[in-house]
């Protein structure tokens, strides 16, 4: 069992920065691979973000050189650093695990609003 916690969204001004946590439980392995998705009212869900467990990272397009992605191994937890943000970074944002062999787990979602 994986349990996925995540906090840290809310709503912001366009230009502004939030700062989201992903805290992981449970059947963690330390070969994995951590992500955060959104999801826009009407769209598909879509990556955003990954980092592997060694730290490497890739992002989505839109967010290049605006979002930050991290991970404290000691702690079971990944961040996603967000700045300047925009409205069309609006979305309900979800952490993603994957550990090879396993179903991939999610969080429950937090919500991020960028007003104009």
């Known amino acids: 069992q994986v349990q996925l916690v995540e906090s840290g969204g809310g709503l912001v001004q366009a230009g502004g920065s939030l700062r989201l946590s992903c805290a992981a439980s449970g059947r963690i392995f330390t070969i994995n691979t951590m992500g955060w998705y959104r999801q826009a009212p009407g769209k598909q869900r879509e990556l955003v973000a990954a980092?592997?467990?060694?730290?490497?990272?890739n992002y989505e397009d839109s967010v290049k050189g605006r979002f930050t992605m991290s991970r404290d191994n000691a702690k079971n937890t990944v961040y996603l650093q967000m700045n300047s943000l925009k409205p069309e970074d609006t979305a309900v944002y979800y952490c993603?695990?994957?550990?090879?062999?396993?179903?991939?787990?999610w969080g429950q979602g937090t919500q991020v609003t960028v007003s104009s």
């Open positions: 980092i592997t467990n060694d730290g490497s990272t």
């Open positions: 993603l695990l994957q550990r090879p062999g396993y179903r991939d787990a």
